[in-house]
């Protein structure tokens, strides 16, 4: 993957501010761990839109230089599979959010709107946009094949109270990036008690994603 990727151009520069340089063989792997994370977590992710633009823009090199290529190269068709895989993997993290967006969009937008000012955004700006307009969409039709029929005390409804959270206490697996300590572990039944347990680098777990959401959120952990 990394020779598929370093005819790509060069190192790339995610933050001006702080000169964070990424190999084009890092950045990918900075995708897939935002999209395993996305594709298995039960609620939407903070965007990774950085990484997103970063990727097109090296599929942009890439494409540019497969035109260079020698007809008949082996190479060609090996970096062709490299970036069509590399297009798998950024339209299913992709699809995986929107559909995130358009099951929890109540929550999803109120969880945006009440953010700390020092918070990440939940949301790209595409997103958000995407966020709101099915928000009034789904609002709209509503009111035009239903709430008008009815009494007038039943003709609003509340969203957020009208479309299911995301299931935080599902199970998930997950891998220890950075050992932790002290995580603690809340119990399955009235019957045990909360415990605490440490996470080993490296080792694999099954647990409820509240209890290790926080750190999937920091990089601790990564959902397999």
């Known amino acids: 993957m990394s020779d598929a990727l370093s005819d790509g151009g060069s190192d790339i520069q995610q933050d001006d501010s702080h000169e964070d340089v990424m190999t084009p063989a890092e950045l990918i792997a900075k995708l897939e761990e935002a999209w395993l994370n996305e594709k298995f977590s039960p609620e939407l992710l903070e965007n990774k839109s950085e990484v997103v633009e970063c990727v097109m823009e090296q599929l942009t090199h890439m494409e540019a230089n497969l035109q260079r290529v020698k007809k008949g190269d082996a190479k060609a068709s090996i970096h062709h599979m490299e970036i069509d895989r590399i297009r798998f993997v950024l339209s299913s993290y992709l699809r995986s959010r929107l559909w995130k967006i358009e099951k929890f969009f109540p929550h999803v937008l109120e969880k945006e709107k009440s953010r700390g000012e020092g918070d990440a955004s939940l ?102």
């Open 123 to 224: 949301l790209s700006p595409e997103e958000f946009a995407f966020a709101k307009e099915y928000y009034a969409n789904t609002e709209t039709y509503l009111k035009a094949v239903a709430l008008k029929r009815m009494p007038p005390n039943l003709q609003t409804v509340d969203m957020l109270q009208s479309v299911p959270e995301p299931c935080l206490d599902s199970f998930v697996f997950l891998r220890v990036k950075e050992r932790q300590e002290n995580i603690l572990v809340e119990p399955e039944t009235d019957d045990q008690r909360e415990y605490v347990v440490d996470l080993e680098e490296g080792s694999q777990h099954l647990m409820r994603y509240r209890t290790i959401a926080p750190l999937v959120s920091s990089g601790a952990v990564q959902l397999i």
